[in-house]
């Protein structure tokens, strides 16, 4: 007798789903930051500031929720007005 397959049970995303851009709100920097990373063989360090600037346009236009660039993995990228990184 055959032992029974385990069943497989579905756990949502982290940060649950979020909008598609129907309207097309942010497609000018998607396809900026879709581009670099063409260009640049699909190295994503060399496209962060891109990347940086998309999230921020879904977060403006409720197309995700707001998070703070620390937690998205960009702390490197956040400097003071004196230059100092935070």
């Known amino acids: 007798?055959?032992?029974?397959?385990a069943r497989f049970t579905?756990?949502?995303?982290d940060?649950?789903?979020f909008p598609i851009d129907h309207e097309g709100k942010c497609k000018?920097?998607?396809r900026r930051y879709m581009d670099c990373l063409r260009?640049?063989?699909y190295d994503n360090n060399?496209?962060?500031?891109?990347?940086?600037?998309?999230?921020q346009c879904r977060m403006d236009n409720n197309l995700m929720q707001q998070e703070p660039w620390q937690k998205l993995g960009f702390k490197d990228l956040l400097t003071t007005e004196t230059g100092d990184s935070r």
């Open 46 to 55: 060399l496209c962060r500031e891109l990347s940086k600037e998309y999230l």
């Open 28 to 30: 000018v920097p998607m």
């Open 1 to 5: 007798m055959a032992t029974p397959a």
């Open 39 to 41: 260009r640049k063989e």
């Open 15 to 17: 940060k649950g789903s």
């Open 10 to 13: 579905p756990t949502p995303p």
